[in-house]
């Protein structure tokens, strides 16, 4: 795909559609496997920074949990809580960019089918939600990969915009219930508190302060992510430009086939080399040798 009003037009009616189906029940277990890539996001940080996963749950509510210890320095547990919506966004504007640059479409979408089943099996009960999410959209989504480049730019593109739709709706959370938001759990663990240690149900003040600051923070990234992977994806990639090449004569364009030579005649008269079908520019023609005929 290089056609930029196209693409955005495919990535405008996908997200129309999403929206207008988004309380629909087909559309519900699409949420399920977002609110799993949200999750895996956090596992995923975990692991990287040195840490353990003991498992990883859906609740069923578009709500889910990462059982997982952090590794020792200070700074993991932020990264680990930070990596869902974070990780989140990046993982739609990989797929988004992939999906329209086109490049390797196939084996992107087998590897993340492999790694959904893989996360699948090794970090979710057997029998539970995240279990049967995770395999149920792992294996699809391998299938799909495996029967051409059309339909995997496809699901490339609509998984892309169903994570970044959903990573940025369900930012929306913060303002509703940021007690029990990632935002909300980072907001008492940096003030030394646990929703346990509170003695009335009132957050305190300096908690929220904070809760919303991490929120607004997480928002302005994620969509700032999400805006670079767009722009960048939406960008007409064309290598073979008229201009990115070093030799200034390979702007001109060639002629196909063979000529008569009658044609070959109107074109030497023209400064058009038969032979090659490059335009010779006039200041040139002056420095040719005449042909022997």
């Given at each position: 795909m290089s056609d930029k009003p196209l693409k955005f037009a495919i990535f405008?009616?996908?997200i129309l559609s999403l929206v207008a189906f988004w309380d629909h029940q087909v559309t519900s277990y699409l949420k399920e496997f977002v609110v799993l890539i949200h999750e895996i996001c956090h596992a995923s940080a975990a692991l990287f920074t040195g840490g353990m996963v003991k498992g990883i749950a859906l609740h069923g509510n578009e709500g889910g949990e990462t059982i997982a210890?952090?590794?020792?320095?200070?700074?993991?547990?932020?990264?680990?809580?930070?990596?869902?919506?974070?990780?989140?966004?990046?993982?739609?504007?990989?797929?988004?960019?992939?999906?329209?640059?086109?490049?390797?479409?196939?084996?992107?979408?087998?590897?993340?089918?492999l790694m959904l089943i893989s996360v699948s099996v090794l970090y979710s009960k057997l029998g539970e939600?995240?279990?049967?999410?995770?395999?149920?959209?792992?294996?699809?989504?391998?299938?799909?990969?495996?029967?051409?480049?059309?339909?995997?730019?496809?699901?490339?593109?609509?998984?892309?915009?169903?994570?970044?739709?959903?990573?940025?709706y369900d930012l929306s959370d913060f303002a509703e219930k940021l007690p029990e938001t990632d935002a909300g759990i980072l907001a008492f663990w940096m003030s030394g508190l646990t929703p346990e240690d509170l003695t009335s149900e009132e957050v305190p003040t300096a908690v929220l302060f904070l809760g919303y600051l991490i929120a607004t923070l997480w928002s302005l990234l994620?969509?700032?992510?999400?805006?670079?992977?767009?722009?960048?994806?939406?960008?007409?990639?064309?290598?073979?430009?008229?201009?990115?090449?070093?030799?200034?004569?390979?702007?001109?364009?060639?002629?196909?086939?063979?000529?008569?030579?009658?044609?070959?005649?109107?074109?030497?008269?023209?400064?058009?080399?038969?032979?090659?079908?490059?335009?010779?520019?006039?200041?040139?023609?002056?420095?040719?040798?005449?042909?022997?005929?």
């Open positions: 405008l009616s996908l210890i952090p590794a020792s320095f200070r700074g993991s547990f932020i990264l680990v809580v930070s990596a869902g919506y974070i990780g989140s966004s990046l993982v739609g504007g990989l797929l988004l960019k992939a999906g329209f640059s086109g490049h390797n479409a196939r084996q992107t979408l087998i590897l993340f089918g939600l995240a279990y049967f999410t995770g395999i149920f959209w792992g294996v699809a989504i391998l299938v799909i990969g495996m029967l051409g480049e059309s339909i995997s730019i496809l699901t490339l593109v609509f998984l892309g915009t169903s994570i970044s739709l959903y990573s940025i994620s969509i700032g992510i999400i805006y670079f992977f767009l722009k960048g994806s939406l960008h007409d990639h064309q290598p073979n430009s008229d201009y990115g090449t070093d030799n200034p004569m390979d702007q001109f364009e060639r002629f196909p086939g063979e000529l008569s030579p009658e044609a070959k005649m109107w074109l030497e008269k023209r400064g058009v080399d038969p032979e090659s079908g490059v335009v010779i520019p006039p200041n040139l023609l002056l420095d040719l040798p005449p042909k022997d005929k």
